[in-house]
Nanobody, 115 residues
């Protein structure tokens, strides 16, 4: 069973940038589709982006342009580069790994955007 650990969250000012990282424990990471989601208390978890084992990225329409997903299979890590952040981006950000019947979530990392 793959395990995921997110990092890189924190407090950032509006207009700032952050890069989140998610490192997987399993050496077969390259076979998993990886994704990033976020959740605000009281709301449903929202899909941000995914990246296939091939490296092909996909984005939610509302996230295109400011968010970039990438992966480094040698480091078993997926990244989410976030630019021009606004207070509406404040949320807990979760990493996800999918392959067949395997669907694994990380513990989440808090991102707060505030002046």
């Amino acid at each position: 069973q793959v395990q995921l650990v997110e990092s890189g969250g924190g407090l950032v000012q509006p207009g700032g940038s952050l890069t989140l990282s998610c490192t997987a424990s399993r050496r077969l990471f390259s076979l998993f589709a990886m994704g990033w989601y976020r959740q605000v208390p009281g709301k449903q978890r929202e899909w941000i982006a995914s990246i296939r084992p091939s490296g092909h990225p996909e984005y939610a329409d509302s996230m295109k342009g400011r968010f970039t997903i990438s992966r480094d299979n040698a480091k078993t890590t997926v990244y989410l580069q976030m630019n021009n952040l606004t207070p509406d981006d404040t949320a807990v950000y979760y990493c996800n790994a999918k392959r067949g019947d395997n669907n694994v979530w990380g513990q989440g990392t808090q991102v707060a955007v505030s002046a």
